[in-house]
Structure formats: C-alpha cells, structure tokens
C-alpha cells in the first residue's frame, strides 16, 4: 500500500514545541521527507532522513523515524508564529527502480499562537 | 524567475469544457508531477513522467490527461471538466533525490 497519513490540525503556542506525526505504510521507502505549505504557496522541503537513520536534528527541528512501526515525527522546538503552515510528510517509493514515485500525506495544519 | 512555473494561476471554467493547464521547469529534471490538493485529503498524484517517453497514472487519474511535449513541459487536461474536479492543481519536478520543486499551484474552479 501507498497510503501516508497524518492528524489534520495541531495548535500550540508560541514558545512549544510542536510534534506533527505520520504513518506510512510502504516499507520500501528510503526516503523519507517533510515538506511545509505556506498560504497561498507550493510546497518546499523543509528535511529529510534516510530509511537507515533513527534521528536528524536540522537548528530548531528534529526528525524521528520508527521503521518498525512505520511512523515518522517532526519536531519543532521553539515554535514561532512563522511556522503556521500545512506540513506535509512523504516517501518515496523505490528509489533509484522504475517506480519512483513521491506520495504525500493528508497534511497537518500547525496553529501557532501567540 | 521561478523554477516551475504554472499557468494559468486561476481559472473558472463550465462543466463540461477542455481546459489544459501547463507546467514549465528550468530545473533541467527529468521527474515532472501532477498532483490536486483537497482540503483533508492532501496532495493526490494524478499523473507522473519520469522523461518525455514515459507517462504513468497516479491514483487519480480518471478524467485527466497529460502530455509531455518537453523535458521542461508536462501539461494536465481535463477533457470534459466536471465540478468536483474543482481543487487546487500542483506541477511538482525532483531529480530523484526526492526532494521535489513545486509551482505556485493552479486554482480551478469548475461550476
């Protein structure tokens, strides 16, 4: 299966860390991103990690990876206004294969208050 | 300038009519994508093309087409557009890596 999934909203304040959740279901991925969606834009990676890694902290973000479960995390401490965005988790399907192919979650809708 | 651009940025349209939207690239790709975001549900591949001679559905490919005139232009038609085929459209191009550039999107409405 090809299905990535997310919680649709999450609210914190300014201050918080934030921590949007995703579950995949294909164990072949390799890769593994978060993309963010500002309003009224297209998508822009944010991270990535590797299928072989558990953990990649990039400044104010940390990326978890449980490949037994299939569950990705994204971290982000410190959250400021400027975050409020929709983050979107993907995988990439046999990378470097005839099947390549990126497929995005649901999208998490983050609310940061002040 | 942009690395992929999308044209048009807006469009309404009655059901039933063709409409094509078109995605040009500078970024020298090979991978161009499709895909529509709807409100809850995320970005949904419609279609994907790995060069100019290959084409492959995605998920949601029923009631669309593409074409792939060029490496740098992948464009998405709808041959009769239907109202619940109103969302907002993203050309998207990677390398491979994974690590995807995405147009400004494409809102359609279909009434």
């Known amino acids: 299966g090809e299905d990535v999934e997310q919680s649709l909203f999450l609210s914190v304040r300014e201050g918080d860390s934030s921590v949007i959740n995703c579950t995949y279901t294909d164990s072949s991925s390799t890769y593994l991103y978060w993309y963010k969606q500002e309003p009224g834009a297209g998508l822009q990676l944010l991270t990535y990690i590797f299928s072989n890694m558990d953990m990649k902290q990039d400044q104010r973000l940390t990326v978890l990876l449980n490949k037994k479960d299939k569950h990705l995390s994204l971290r982000i401490a410190d959250t400021q206004t400027g975050d409020s965005a929709i983050y979107f988790c993907?995988?990439?399907?046999?990378?470097?294969?005839?099947?390549?192919?990126?497929?995005f979650g649901t999208g998490t809708l983050l609310a940061v208050q002040p | 300038d942009a690395d992929v651009t999308q044209t048009p940025r807006n469009r309404i349209t009655k059901t039933g009519k063709r409409i094509m939207l078109e995605c040009s690239q500078t970024?020298?790709?090979?991978?161009m994508y499709w895909y529509r975001q709807d409100p809850g549900l995320g970005l949904q591949l419609i279609y994907y093309?790995?060069?100019?001679?290959?084409?492959n559905k995605g998920e949601i490919s029923d009631g669309y087409s593409v074409s792939r005139q060029a490496q740098a232009k992948f464009s998405l038609s709808l041959e009769s557009a239907i109202p619940n085929q109103t969302a907002l459209y993203f050309c998207a191009t990677s390398d491979g890596t994974g690590e995807a550039f995405f147009g400004q999107g494409t809102r359609l409405t279909v009434v």
């Open positions: 993907a995988e990439i399907l046999n990378y470097g294969g005839a099947t390549n192919k990126l497929i």
């Open positions: 970024k020298g790709h090979d991978r």
């Open positions: 093309s790995f060069d100019v001679k290959d084409i």
